[in-house]
């Protein structure tokens, strides 16, 4: 893991206000802690791969930029976005690399449940079909298509040709993050809105967090597209995928979905 870095607490207010040189800053600073995460979990990615993945990543920092509390250490932002930004680029690099039709976060949990199991099938069926949440639970048939499909892709405990913070190697293993999480039922809608976002591609998702004020305050497409460096139209191409992104994870688990 890359060294933290420490942002001042007015630079992360000006941000959060709306203030692009500064959210520029901060992205910048954390620049090479998130090419460290790219070149851990991907390390055989392209140069071009390798550029799409940090560009995912930049999207997950700034969401969390936005969304962090400034009541706390300032220094506590790394440790804040870390997660979030290293499982989104495993989504999109697995997203990349196989032709699975699924969702990527159901193939991680599909990984991870077969190297908790050292590579046991019925031991990670075990695992994935006794999820809490129903709405991540998937049928026999795709869990078995799904193993299929993984077994042409690098190896769980394989080297990745990355390191982790102590300078060891990693496996693939190390490089997937839980992806099994809850969501209480006490405001629904938001919940189910959270969740489907956490599903999609990171840009896609930020594109539309700032749109309909989820989780944030509603921004002018102006604004993310200085935030994304995109023009604004791209800004709409972005909403318009993250829509049908957030339908077909939706689809998946036969949940309603509205726009």
Known sequence: MATPVTISTETILAAQGG???A????VSAYEPML???VRSVA???SADTSEDLLQEARAVLIQHVRAYSTETDSAQLHSFAYRAIRRAVAEEWLRSTTS???DPSAALAVRRALWTTEGDVEGAWMIVSSVADPRRRMSREAFVSMCEALTDVMS???PTGGTDGDGNGQTLADTIPDASSTFTDATERRDLARYLLSEIPQRRAYALRAFY???MQTRTDQEVAADLDVRPGGVRVLRSQGLDSARKVANRFE????A
Request: a negative charge; hydrophobic letters at 50%; aromatic letters at 4%.
């Open 213 to 215: 004020g989820i989780g």
């Open 255 to 258: 949940l309603r979905v509205t």
């Open 100 to 102: 699975l039709s699924v």
């Open 23 to 26: 959210m520029w800053q901060i």
């Open 43 to 45: 390390p055989a990615a």
């Open 156 to 158: 769980l405990e394989g």
């Open 19 to 21: 203030d692009a040189d």
């Open 35 to 37: 090419k460290s995460v």
